[in-house]
């Protein structure tokens, strides 16, 4: 293994981004939480409306790294087999092989992952938590890095089935788009005026790469304050007066990992508050569930997460 | 700018609240202990005196400060006992400081008039410097309303029993006055309730409050007589013999169960022996200890005090939570939220006192020999995070706190828009702190002097009138 440093993960942080960014315009700071989840090895949820590139985002993403790449459409009649992959009877040696499903590889893309059914989300759970699947009594392992990334829709509900909370759980993190400013909507037009930028994108990260850097992301310094403080914002969910479920301890070691990946990526070997406050919303927000008094008066998760944020006292002199 | 008027008022309006109650007391205290001893006016310029001096002090370093605010305490104390206890010839003679000294430290008769006003001078002198320390904000004068306002009660209930003259009006007519005026005065920088279209109802919950516990104060003096006091522990005197007694008689009825040993008696003992075989031995062997019952009765009466007070506190808090959701009912009605009232007041205290209590555990760990992690840190990292102390206290003394839940980044932006002309300096600063306090990095000594000097430069800024620099 080479010798790396923080500087080698923020010169790679620079190459995906700008890389992800010749087909997503004017969302950058998306981008660099996609490759901090990339850096955890974690899986990425993302929601919003249609037509704001979900897929697209998360198409360059897989094509960013050099590795295998699936893509699942989710629809209400998928099946867990058609997900995982089955054993099928081969004539021609008169024995059962197995045919593996979409979920191994790299990078897999599930799309629109809340049409498909209960059972068939479920599948994914052992996958996204233990990076293997099991058909017939067999275990197969992934291959390494195995990242997952989902899109939902959160405005049309007929013909959906929401994520049930332990899925959720298992969520890196939920990030959204929204919509662009003008100036890079307008940009966005005059870039795909003629050519789809998505047909010219190449790789910048290789697997064996991105590995050594999720080694070395590891190593990044959190000291016991630091560590006392992601633990006192995730319980600080669990006590807040307007939410029902908390964070989990996955939540906090989800936190910490995506705050050393923070840390890496702005060229640092050692995690600071902020890291940890500027990923508090992505991290957590999905693995929270309000209080039913609190969405009838309209407030969203990221709101009750700012509260908890500024009811923690940060580590610091003072 | 517009802030620190009201900020400024605020503690005025706090420091008469304190003056109210602190009067009060001292009042009582000449009437039941010195009667005409103490200088109760004097006393009471204690508060503003201490309050100026702090405030003056604060530019300098924590150790000159604190040395400034104890100095001023003690000569505060020595001018106040010479000028309320000797007469104005003897003071040019020095046998009047070993005579106040001597007496003092005499526990013969204490406490003697001279302990009193050394006492009464270094409450008001302490008083005059935690209003200099505390920003009064609407919390903390409805804070300071809420502690002082029991207070009162208690010594007025206090005089009651002790059938002391106390001009009682006056405190609690400038007590109310002086809340209400710091209430409106603190909150008119802001469009909070006293300007909104829900003051009337706010005004309506206070005043509510106030007669609540005012009433209930008048109800409990009229009522609770030193009479009706003897009564109520007579009566819980009774029932404790009473129990004693059943207890003793269940005692004795279970040892007639036990076989008892056979006892010899012994001429030369015969007294003893026969005190053993009468059975009523046993209830003298359960006689309970006078010292026993005196402490007994002050807890049954501690418990009691607290219990009414509790419940006094909670009927309160409950009426103001019904006017609250009352208001939150209304179309349009503005409801702001009332950090720090009645709960959430008394769990601060109680975190503070908890706070103060692990602090003195820590400093008495520290001196008797246990170092915290901080105190192994490499000399120059303790430097940096003790200059970095410095700038924090510094610029809260000059109304730019750091919250609790900003990270030292944030607070830089902050200090920036408070300094401008210091951001590279202050900038330089936050990020060595930030690699020492948590990259666990060793600074040089050189840096440790590049950062001191940066702080010097940034104090002295500061230091100059606003404006100097532009041209």
């Known amino acids: 293994m080479l010798e790396r440093g923080p500087l080698d993960i923020q010169a790679a942080a620079k190459r995906f981004t700008s890389n992800v960014s010749r087909v997503i315009v004017g969302r950058s700071e998306v981008v660099e939480l996609i490759f901090i989840a990339l850096l955890c090895e974690g899986h990425v949820l993302i929601e919003d409306v249609p037509g704001l590139g979900k897929t697209l985002l998360a198409r360059a993403t897989a094509r960013s790294l050099d590795g295998s790449f699936k893509r699942i459409q989710c629809t209400p009649d998928l099946l867990p087999s058609d997900v995982v992959g089955l054993h099928f009877f081969n004539q021609k040696l008169s024995e059962f092989e197995f045919r593996p499903g979409p979920v191994v590889a790299n990078v897999v893309l599930v799309d629109e992952i809340n049409r498909a059914m209960p059972r068939t989300q479920s599948c994914l759970l052992e996958s996204m938590q233990e990076r293997q699947v099991t058909v017939d009594w067999k275990t197969f392992s992934l291959p390494r890095p195995f990242i997952l990334m989902a899109t939902q829709n959160p405005i049309e509900l007929e013909g959906t089935f929401p994520l049930p909370e332990a899925q959720l759980d298992r969520f890196l993190m939920k990030l959204r788009l929204g919509y662009p400013s003008v100036p890079d909507e307008a940009e966005v037009l005059s870039r795909y005026q003629q050519e789809n930028p998505m047909d010219r994108l190449e790789s910048v990260i290789g697997t064996t790469e991105l590995l050594e850097l999720q080694v070395l992301a590891r190593h990044t310094l959190v000291i016991e304050p630091i560590r006392s403080y992601i633990l006192a914002v995730t319980r600080a969910t669990r006590e807040h007066p307007d939410i029902r479920l908390g964070g989990s301890t996955r939540a906090a070691l989800g936190l910490q990992a995506a705050s050393q990946a923070l840390a890496v990526c702005r060229g640092r070997d050692f995690v600071i508050p902020d890291d940890v406050k500027s990923l508090t919303i992505p991290v957590l927000s999905h693995r929270i569930i309000q209080k039913t008094e609190a969405r009838l008066r309209g407030r969203a998760e990221e709101d009750l997460l700012r509260e908890v944020l500024d009811s923690v006292p940060v580590p610091a002199e003072g | ?471």
């Open chain 2, 1 to 471: 700018m517009n802030r620190i008027l009201p900020r400024s008022a605020g503690a005025l309006f706090a420091g008469g609240m304190e003056a109210c109650w602190m009067a009060s007391g001292l009042w009582l205290l000449e009437a039941r202990a010195a009667p005409g001893a103490l200088p109760v006016f004097w006393l009471m310029l204690g508060v503003p005196l201490a309050f100026t001096v702090w405030r003056l002090a604060r530019t300098l370093t924590s150790s000159l400060r604190f040395s400034a605010g104890l100095g001023g305490g003690v000569i505060w104390a020595l001018l106040l006992i010479a000028f309320s206890t000797f007469p104005v010839d003897a003071l040019p003679e020095p046998a009047w400081v070993g005579g106040s000294v001597r007496r003092l430290l005499q526990m013969q008769g204490a406490p003697n008039p001279i302990q009193l006003t050394a006492l009464a001078a270094a409450a008001s002198w302490v008083g005059g410097l935690r209003l200099a320390t505390v920003r009064v904000g609407f919390d903390q004068l409805l804070g300071e309303f809420q502690f002082g306002l029991p207070i009162l009660l208690f010594i007025f209930f206090c005089a009651a029993q002790w059938e002391a003259a106390l001009p009682a009006a006056a405190p609690v007519v400038f007590f109310f006055t002086f809340f209400l005026l710091g209430a409106a005065v603190v909150r008119s920088d802001t469009n909070a309730w006293l300007q909104g279209r829900a003051r009337a109802r706010w005004l309506v919950a206070l005043v509510c409050n106030a007669a609540l516990v005012l009433g209930a104060g008048l109800l409990l003096t009229t009522l609770v007589t030193p009479g009706v006091l003897k009564l109520v522990l007579g009566f819980l005197e009774t029932l404790w013999d009473t129990m004693i007694e059943w207890v003793i008689r269940f005692i004795a009825f279970l040892a007639r169960w036990i076989p008892q040993p056979e006892i010899k008696s012994y001429p030369m003992t015969g007294g003893a022996g026969a005190a053993a075989q009468n059975p009523s031995g046993i209830a003298d062997l359960m006689q309970i200890p006078d010292y026993v019952r005196r402490v007994a009765a002050f807890i049954v009466a501690a418990f009691w005090v607290v219990l009414s007070g509790v419940c006094l506190w909670r009927m309160a808090s409950q009426i103001a939570a019904w006017l609250r959701r009352r208001m939150n009912d209304l179309d349009g009605g503005e409801v702001e939220t009332l950090r720090g009232a009645f709960r959430q007041d008394l769990l601060r205290l109680l975190s503070r006192v908890l706070r103060r209590l692990r602090g003195w555990i820590a400093w008495l760990g520290y001196a008797l020999g246990r170092r915290t992690a901080a105190d192994s840190l490499p000399v120059e990292s303790a430097a940096v995070r003790r200059l970095y102390r410095n700038l924090l206290a510094w610029s809260a003394a000059g109304g730019c706190p750091r919250r609790r839940h900003q990270t030292p980044h944030e607070f830089l932006g902050r200090l920036c828009d408070w300094l401008p002309e210091a951001r590279t300096k202050l900038a330089l600063i936050t990020e060595h702190y930030i690699e020492v306090r948590y990259g666990g990095r060793k600074p040089g000594a050189e840096v440790v002097k590049l950062l001191e000097s940066t702080w010097q430069d940034v104090r002295h800024m500061r230091k100059k009138p606003r404006g100097s620099g532009k041209k």
